[in-house]
Every structure is written in structure tokens, then in C-alpha cells.
């Protein structure tokens, strides 16, 4: 089935929708992170417009994301599906949930189950390497991965993990990819040192409070939950040291979208950027929005997750593929991607540039 392709009008409207939006001077600089820097203010400005005020014309392009709906990080899409951001960018979004599955996420975008989708790039990374026809087009935000410890066990910090069992939801898990770093950047062996045992997602903590494990790493809405619970401390995120101003969840799409129809994956690209600016500004409005997505956790958890994310940090071109190509540099270290892989290649390869 052939769609009718946004309009140049429509698509300078959306573009200039989201000049205004934008700090003074971004748009010029497409290699810098999309937002402003770590400490600066953050004044967005007007996110998006209603569709009738736009001016949007014609009907609207049917586009469908595929994302999960249990990942608060993906409270982006919701965000701009609810508040008209998608709508004033000219697309009508279908979600498509892929669950704890993002392998078979991917695969539905390089297939073309799906057009788009939102996930974490230490998922993605690896079958990148491997040549999906999928592009990262932009990043969307750091934080929401945590290592939790157990208070009983004396797990405090990364050191105290040295010949001990770590929780997880399976071997490929973004968590698993990270915290083997800082494992690595502590002279502990993530592969010989600490034993990674696989539990269903949901029972990491249960594993922990059994003694079956004596640490879990996960992403948030559980891991921000399970914190609640005073036997477990916080040994680390994907913010801790120098990880503090990288992104985590990026925006992905079809490799034939981006050939074939730039114009809608330039918006597509723009909306969920937008979507991603409101959350920063109004954490509260976007944990209301999550929740009724189905969205774990009361309405403040949710809005202090997503207070505690950088949702201000979305980098796109140069600044992008410099995080790529560093994550790459990270994984072959610890076995993940291959050793002989040009990572600058790499970046250069599976990112886009949609919005220049």
C-alpha cells in the first residue's frame, strides 16, 4: 500500500513549529545534543501547535511506532501522541507494543512490521552490527538503568560485586551490556569474576531477597520501585561518572522510510524530539500520560523516574555518532560487539542525519 507523502508546505510548517520550539541556535548546528547543555536552563519554548492553528493540511500520514509500553523511557511517544505533537507534525501514530522483546522490536522495523521504534541502544548496538536495515536517527535521553545491591550481603559499591551473583532478565539485556562496564572499569572480570543469572523480569527482586542473588540490574519502572525496599541500595545507573551526559534510548528507523520518504522521517523524527522536550519540562503532565498507558508505579514514582532520566540530553549528528561510536569502543571490551569492528564506521553506518 502506497501512503501520500507529507507536502513541502506541511512539512516547512512542521519544521517551523519546531524552530520556535528549540533553544536559539540549535537548528543550525546539527552536531550538537538536541537541547540544552548539562546545567543550562531549559526553556523550550511552544512544543508544538494544535493541528487547526498549524494549519496542517490534507490527511494526516499513518505511521506505526513500536516501542514498550512497561519502559518508562519510552514516555516520549505517548507524550506526543497525547498532546497533539505527532498530529501538528502531519502523522497519525499507531503504536505497536513489542513488550520485553526489543530483539523482535527491531526486527519488526527492519522488516517492516513497523516504520519506527524507540529502545536502548545497548540492545541495539549488536544486531546493528550484524546489518539491520534500521537507522538511529536520533537519542532521546540518559538514565533509567539501575544496579541495586543487597544491604545484607554488603554490596555497596561496584567493588563489592567481585565473585558475587547478579540478577538479570536475560544475557543480551541493556543492563547486563552496561554495568559489565563499570565492572571492567573496576579491574573485576564481568565474565569470569561475577556470575549473571537470568530470572524473569519481574522476579529479579524476589531472587535477591532469597539470596539467590546478591545484586539485580533492570531498567526503571522496577528498579525505581524495588529502591523503595530498604534491604536494597543503589550501587549504580547508566549516569555514574563519565556516563552522566550520554544518551541511553534513541529513535530508530526503517532504512527504506528514510530512502523513500524523507520528509516523514524528518517529522516522524522531530515530533518524538518534541515529545521528548515535554517531558523534560513537565514530568508530572508525561507521568499522567504513561500511566494511562499502562504505565507501572503511582503518578509521583513516575514523575520522580522521569525527574531523574536527562530528558534535556537528545543528541543528533556529529554528537550522536560520537556516543555510538563510544559505546561500540565499551562493548568490545567486554566481548559484546566484535573486536575488529571500526567503530567510527560503525556510527557512521547505522546513524541518519533526517533533520539537516
Known amino acids: 500500500m502506497t501512503h501520500d507523502p507529507l507536502s513541502r508546505r506541511r512539512l516547512l510548517r512542521a519544521g517551523a513549529s519546531l524552530a520556535a520550539a528549540l533553544p536559539f541556535g540549535?537548528?543550525?548546528?546539527?552536531?550538537?545534543?538536541?537541547?540544552?547543555?548539562?546545567?543550562?536552563?531549559?526553556?523550550?519554548?511552544?512544543?508544538?501547535?494544535?493541528?487547526?492553528?498549524?494549519?496542517?493540511?490534507?490527511?494526516?500520514?499513518?505511521?506505526?511506532?513500536?516501542?514498550?509500553?512497561?519502559?518508562?523511557?519510552?514516555?516520549?511517544?505517548?507524550?506526543a501522541k497525547e498532546r497533539g505533537i505527532f498530529a501538528a507534525h502531519g502523522l497519525d501514530v499507531e503504536f505497536v507494543n513489542f513488550g520485553g522483546s526489543t530483539e523482535a522490536l527491531l526486527e519488526a522495523i527492519a522488516t517492516g512490521k513497523a516504520d519506527a521504534g524507540i529502545g536502548m541502544a545497548l540492545r541495539w548496538l549488536k544486531p546493528l552490527e550484524q546489518g539491520f536495515d534500521v537507522k538511529i536517527t536520533a537519542g532521546l535521553h540518559g538514565g533509567c538503568l539501575r544496579l541495586l545491591g543487597a544491604k545484607s550481603a554488603g554490596i555497596g559499591d561496584i567493588a563489592s560485586l567481585k565473585g558475587k551473583t547478579i540478577a538479570i532478565s536475560d544475557h543480551a539485556s541493556p543492563a547486563k551490556n552496561f554495568f559489565a562496564l563499570l565492572l571492567a572499569d573496576a579491574g573485576i572480570d564481568p565474565e569470569r569474576e561475577v556470575e549473571w543469572r537470568p530470572y524473569p523480569a519481574d522476579l529479579?527482586?524476589?531472587?535477591?531477597?532469597?539470596?539467590?542473588?546478591?545484586?539485580?540490574?533492570?531498567?526503571?519502572?522496577?528498579?525505581?520501585?524495588?529502591?523503595?525496599d530498604s534491604r536494597l541500595t543503589e550501587v549504580a545507573t547508566n549516569l555514574t561518572g563519565a556516563f552522566a551526559h550520554r544518551s541511553c534510548c534513541v529513535v530508530a528507523l526503517r532504512g527504506s522510510l528514510i530512502r523513500n520518504d524523507r520528509a516523514v522521517a524528518t517529522a516522524l523524527t522531530r515530533a518524538v524530539l518534541e515529545g521528548g522536550h515535554r517531558v523534560h519540562a513537565n514530568p508530572e503532565e508525561a507521568a499522567e500520560v504513561f500511566a494511562n498507558y499502562g504505565g507501572k508505579g503511582s503518578i509521583a514514582d513516575l514523575a520522580a523516574m522521569l525527574r531523574s532520566h536527562t530528558h534535556a540530553h537528545a543528541p543528533v549528528g556529529a554528537a550522536l555518532k560520537q556516543e555510538i561510536a563510544l559505546y561500540?569502543?565499551?562493548?568490545?571490551?567486554?566481548?559484546?560487539?566484535?573486536?575488529?569492528t571500526d567503530t567510527a564506521k560503525f556510527a557512521d553506518r547505522v546513524y541518519a542525519d533526517v533533520l539537516s
Do not use: H, Y
Not at 493540511?57 to 516520549?76: D, E, F, H, Q, V
Not at 529479579?204 to 523503595?228: F, H, M, Y
Not at 561500540?328 to 575488529?340: A, I, P, T
Open 26 to 79: 540549535l537548528a543550525a548546528n546539527p552536531g550538537r545534543a538536541w537541547g540544552p547543555g548539562p546545567g543550562a536552563p531549559f526553556d523550550p519554548g511552544p512544543l508544538c501547535r494544535p493541528v487547526a492553528e498549524a494549519g496542517a493540511a490534507g490527511p494526516l500520514r499513518p505511521i506505526k511506532l513500536a516501542w514498550n509500553a512497561n519502559a518508562i523511557c519510552t514516555a516520549s511517544a505517548p507524550v
Open 204 to 228: 529479579l527482586n524476589l531472587a535477591v531477597e532469597k539470596g539467590e542473588a546478591q545484586a539485580l540490574a533492570d531498567s526503571d519502572p522496577r528498579t525505581w520501585i524495588w529502591l523503595k
Open 328 to 340: 561500540g569502543d565499551e562493548l568490545k571490551r567486554v566481548n559484546v560487539m566484535r573486536r575488529s
